[in-house]
């Protein structure tokens, strides 16, 4: 069998990561190509930080609640809670489904 049917392999979107703080920074070639390095990733939606905090994703997630809600109260002329909360539970479930396996506040600010 042959490789005629595999997809092509992009070695410029392959990153590394180095993680923690007394991390060497080494280098890393795949095959001939130096590999960049990052301080954040975003990968299945969620920002991952060479720190491991979740602070960059809890602010990601929270401006997008707060464009939500100003999306509601400028489509809604109804301001009942019991009006605005289910159509808010609603449009933000798959921003929480997301995040909330990988969801651990390091910080009071991230809740």
């Not at 390095?37 to 602070?55: A, H, P, Q, R």
Request: hydrophobic residues 40%; charged residues 25%.
């Amino acid at each position: 069998m042959g490789r005629k049917n595999c997809p092509k392999f992009s070695k410029g979107k392959c990153r590394v990561l180095h993680l923690r703080r007394n991390n060497p920074l080494h280098q890393y070639r795949l095959e001939t190509d130096l590999l960049e390095s990052s301080f954040v990733e975003k990968d299945l939606g969620i920002l991952v930080d060479n720190k491991l905090s979740m602070s960059q994703q809890c602010a990601l997630v929270a401006e997008k609640a707060n464009g939500i809600l100003v999306w509601i109260r400028k489509s809604t002329a109804s301001r009942l809670t019991e009006v605005i909360l289910p159509l808010y539970s609603v449009l933000m479930r798959p921003y929480w489904d997301c995040c909330v396996q990988f969801w651990v506040p390091q910080y009071k600010r991230d809740m």
